[in-house]
């Protein structure tokens, strides 16, 4: 259109007229394609028949050691420079339950070399979580193809409890989700003050 009209594209006089009307540029927050509504609906209503005090998140994050402070000072018009590592040197993951309202911390929350598989969660679930939960609750987790729904549901139904599956391309309903930019945020501080990153991460789970 501008090499029609024989005009110069002028971005700022585009921004100022969309701004009039109420619109602003802003960053994208994504979601995914792939997700079920239908099936985001049916959980969410299943899981409004769960009391909240019998709602147990799980899931499993990574941690690695290319930490550094996400602000600074610097002279106003300036940028404030740094560096960090390019690549991590350690990494570590974690599996962990959080209740929300009823629990400050994570529960039964453990650390590990490598990733999660199959085996790993369920000694996982079987040793240090089934101990801490109550008959009637309600364990929420993904989809993940080592939470093999059988053989979970086997082992939560011993204690008296049951699991909770989310629909699929949908972490935004596991609240454990909002807690793992806490836990990195105390890891960074800990390793900042000098603790070495697997004693960092091992005092910000607690």
């Known amino acids: 259109m501008a090499a029609r009209n024989r005009r110069i594209f002028d971005g700022h006089v585009v921004f100022a007229r969309v701004a009039g009307f109420g619109l602003d540029a802003q960053k994208k927050s994504w979601s995914y394609q792939e997700r079920s509504e239908v099936a985001r609906t049916e959980f969410v209503k299943a899981l409004q028949e769960v009391a909240v005090r019998d709602r147990v998140y799980v899931d499993e994050s990574g941690c690695d050691d290319r930490l550094a402070r996400e602000h600074g000072w610097s002279p106003r018009g300036e940028p404030c420079l740094g560096k960090r590592m390019g690549h ?12 929300p309202q009823t629990q400050p911390g994570f529960m039964a929350a453990l650390s590990f070399d490598g990733t999660c598989h199959s085996r790993l969660f369920e000694l996982w679930l079987h040793v240090m979580l089934c101990p801490l939960l109550r008959s009637g609750q309600v364990v929420i987790l993904d989809n993940a193809r080592f939470h093999r729904k059988k053989v979970v549901q086997r082992i939560l139904n011993k204690v008296g409890c049951r699991a909770l599956f ?8 596991n609240l454990i989700e909002h807690q793992w930019h806490g836990l990195k945020t105390r890891v960074r501080t800990n390793h900042l003050h000098g603790m070495n990153f697997k004693l960092a991460l091992e005092k910000a789970l607690l």
């Open 88 to 99: 991590a040197s350690e990494r570590r993951s974690v599996v962990a339950a959080w209740q």
């Open 166 to 173: 989310l629909p699929s391309y949908s972490p935004d309903l």
